[in-house]
């Protein structure tokens, strides 16, 4: 990774002494080294009565590359995630990839307009629908196009991505589990000094299992009414699922999130709950009623054991209630202590093993982190979590409810600038 940065660095400054500018052009190279070590021990999943505790160290490497003009901004984002020791001293493949490669074009006189092409990130409101997912080593990122419209009050997106397995001669076959092209659009607009509205409409399409000529649309439309006033915070979140499925189901689901949130002094406290609705599993019917939470992150909604990552995989297709409580307080400038809580509930009928109606209570999760920031490179998160189950759990998850599971990590964050260069031209 070292040669590959040295190289990238080697032609950029060769570019500087060449290249066509407006007015200054800007050259960054920067890196980020995340080592997390885990202990888990009914993460995910129950924890049997009869296994030992996983316990490892991944890691996430990578070398950030930003090139600025006045009219322009390229990024690229070259990592390597892999967990210590998996492919021995010697191994036999490449584990580079590319996280992020884009190029980003100001349009207009002021510059309001912009236009982004390539492999990126997206991250919308808070996070629930789309999201880079920085938690997991991976993180996940988008191929395609995105125009932006930026003023005071308001900004919108509007997104296209479109995805092949290959440079074919002939045909569009997308044989993967995944969606052959997404459209997003997303509006934010403040309506007051107190009030704020967002809205997204997302279309994605799948290649039908059946037949390679046919896509199966489904549609997500919603938003966020937000009301803010000094340190007292109350937000509403709906969204409706509609269209079809990749199985060529029709869907009709919906999701809820109502919030309230205040800080005193030093502590932030939230109080919220989140609705995804869900299918009776006692009754078949023709409409899927379990609403998807398309490309956003659970480990900030849904406690950090990531019981419930997949929808509706991870409930069997029951919805989830989950009203939570969250403290956030502030030892110091440097010291942050989070304490999260968490119910979770069938938000429809599930059965146990019997085929009996099992009780929707499923479990209480806690969640403890500690984060100390160093300095403005560094940091470090500590976490523990922990769950009383109750055997509704065992419905869904795989394991002993009555072996309490618990999770830790620790978690080191390093991303220095190596250099950063300006210049002005004439």
Known sequence: MLKIGLYITFLT?????????DSTRAFKLGLEFRPRFEFRDGYRSL?????????????????????KTKKAHFHASIQDVRVWGQNGSSPATNGLSLFEAYA?????????????????????????????????????AHDGLRLNYSASKLSTDLMLFYNQVGAFS??????????????????????????????????????????????????????????????????????????????GQRVSAFYLQPEVSFKIKRLEIRA?????????????????????TLYGVAFKFNGHLNYFTSFPADVNGAGLINPYLFFDYKISKKLRLKFESHLFYSQSDLLDIDNNIANPYLGFETDLKLKYEMNADMDFDLGISTMIPTASMSTLKTGDYLQKPLFLFLMFTWKPTLFEVEQKIK
Request: hydrophobic share 35%.
């Open 13 to 21: 400054v060769c570019f500087f002494g060449h290249a066509q500018s």
């Open 47 to 67: 924890p049997p009565t009869a296994t030992d505790a996983a316990f490892f160290v991944s890691t996430r490497s990578r070398l950030l590359l930003d090139f």
């Open 104 to 140: 980003t074009f100001n349009l207009g006189k002021n510059n309001a307009w912009s236009l982004k092409a390539g492999r990126q990130a997206v991250e919308l409101d808070n996070g629930r629908l789309f999201s880079k997912a920085n938690w997991s080593q991976f993180s996940r």
């Open 170 to 247: 002939f045909g569009t076959f997308y044989p993967l589990n995944h969606y052959k092209y997404l459209a997003n659009h997303y509006l934010k607009y403040a309506l007051s000094d107190r009030f704020t509205l967002n809205v997204l409409n997302s279309f994605d399409g799948y290649q039908s299992q059946v037949s390679t000529s046919t896509v199966y649309v489904r549609g997500t439309s919603g938003g966020r009414l937000t009301y803010k006033k000094k340190a007292f915070k109350a937000t509403i979140a709906a969204y409706y699922q509609y269209g079809q499925l990749q199985s």
């Open 272 to 292: 919220g709950m989140e609705y995804l609705s869900g299918e009776d599993n006692t009754v078949s019917g023709d409409v899927n009623r379990s609403f998807s």
